[in-house]
């Protein structure tokens, strides 16, 4: 009979102590409370009652940093939120050196975020989002490595800024475009008038070049019949007419 419990109790020892580990985990093995060692994934018998095992989650996680109020260098309150990106390297150091590793990196990083935000200036924040959050990433990696912790990266998502100051970037966004505008009319103009003084240059150099221009204009000229158009005619064909009267003249003096 006592030979049956003993092969009952030992059959209970032996299912009660078994544990699986799954590919992305890892387990801490502790002995009378003492670490014992760390145990790869795979199925895993461990001493009940005397031996604890621990598993650790070993794969990327992702821990939303939630929305913080806080003021940057030049007085403009901002809310901001992030996310944190991370992978315990060391499954050993984050049950021995830290109670809860997941809620002690978002403090960190909140901490680090609001530490870097009130550094910086409104436009700063705005237009080097990347940067600063790179910053809070190093500042929060240097902290939590010792604990066996990799920080992957740091997303700035949100950047939230007063309704006033939203009014005031579009007028000045509103203001930069008109300005745009305005650079490229004036570029046009004077590209325009380059050409044209061009043109003039090269109609200049040919005899009745002017003359033929003024004719081409005429010629195009669809006025309506209840109109009547006044065109100037220029010196030049004035000039060319008078010319054409004295060559005739001599001729028939001829």
């Known amino acids: 009979m006592w030979l049956l419990s003993i092969i009952f109790i030992f059959i209970v020892l032996l299912f009660s102590g078994l544990r699986v580990i799954n590919q ?16 790869e994934p795979g199925l895993r018998w461990i001493f009940p009652l005397i031996q604890r095992l621990i598993t650790v989650d070993m794969r990327m996680t992702t821990l939303d940093v939630p929305r913080q109020e806080t003021i940057t260098k030049d007085n403009v309150p901002v809310g901001i939120n992030a ?52 910053e809070i990433k190093k500042v929060v990696d240097t ?3 010792p604990w ?15 309704a006033s100051m939203k009014r005031a970037m ?4 509103e203001a930069e475009r008109e300005k745009r505008a305005i ?3 004036a570029e046009g103009e004077i590209k325009a008038a380059e050409n044209i003084r061009e043109a003039a240059k090269v109609l200049g150099e040919i005899p009745g070049g002017f003359s033929l221009r003024t004719l081409e204009t005429i010629d195009k000229l669809q006025p309506d019949p ?17 010319s054409i009267i004295e060559e005739r003249k001599n001729k028939d003096r001829l």
């Open 24 to 39: 992305y985990e890892k387990g801490v093995l502790l002995t009378l409370g003492r670490y014992s060692g760390t145990y």
């Open 183 to 185: 650079i490229i009319k």
């Open 143 to 145: 902290e939590i490595t």
């Open 226 to 242: 209840s109109k009547t158009v006044i065109f100037a005619l220029p010196v030049e064909i004035l000039e060319g007419i008078k």
């Open 170 to 173: 579009a007028a000045q966004a």
């Open 83 to 134: 996310v944190v990106f991370f992978k315990v390297e060391r499954a050993e150091d984050v049950i021995l050196k830290v109670e809860n590793y997941s809620y002690t990196v978002s403090q960190y990083a909140v901490a680090a975020l609001r530490d870097i935000i009130g550094g910086v200036e409104l436009d700063t924040l705005l237009t080097e989002r990347e940067k600063i959050a790179s």
């Open 148 to 162: 066996g912790i990799n920080i992957i990266g740091i997303k700035i998502q949100d950047i939230e800024i007063p």
